[in-house]
């Protein structure tokens, strides 16, 4: 998987964390953003971006606000993931356009497993 890069949007500084080292795992680079109102700024310095990590519930801008920017500036072939403790978003991320729903905390086991059906172009729509 190398050459691919991934950017997370989360407020929660550990739950970055967390998927930092996840991807560490699968040889992705990544972007980490805490703050939405940097997502426009990050995205004007990538070079690319494979697929997006994006929590719902964040201060200034949800999730959904969020997918809309991206939508606005990412190719439209970039997964956008909703990683979330709300599990009952699940429907909701669907008819909103998210690719993926991938629920908090992450499953360590299955991560992997996961990752590489989005990556290749295969939604998951996994609560646990």
Not at 45 to 51: P, Y
Not at 56 to 80: F, R
Not at 91 to 100: A, E, K
Not at 113 to 118: A, E, G, K, N, T
Request: net charge negative; charged share 25%; proline share 5%.
């Amino acid at each position: 998987m190398a050459n691919l890069h991934a950017l997370i949007i989360d407020d929660d500084a550990y739950s970055i964390y967390v998927m930092e080292r996840l991807l560490d795992q699968e040889n992705i680079s990544y972007t980490g953003i805490a703050d939405p109102a940097q997502i426009e700024d990050a995205l004007q310095s990538l070079d690319r971006v494979d697929i997006v990590s994006l929590d719902l519930e964040m201060p200034k801008m949800d999730g959904y606000e969020v997918l809309a920017l991206l939508k606005s500036h990412l190719d439209p072939k970039v997964p956008v993931v909703a990683c979330t403790v709300h599990t009952a978003e699940i429907g909701n991320t669907r008819r909103q356009g998210f690719f993926s729903f991938v629920a908090k905390p992450l499953d360590l086991d299955r991560f992997s497993d996961q990752l590489h059906r989005i990556l290749d172009g295969n939604p998951v729509w996994e609560m646990r």
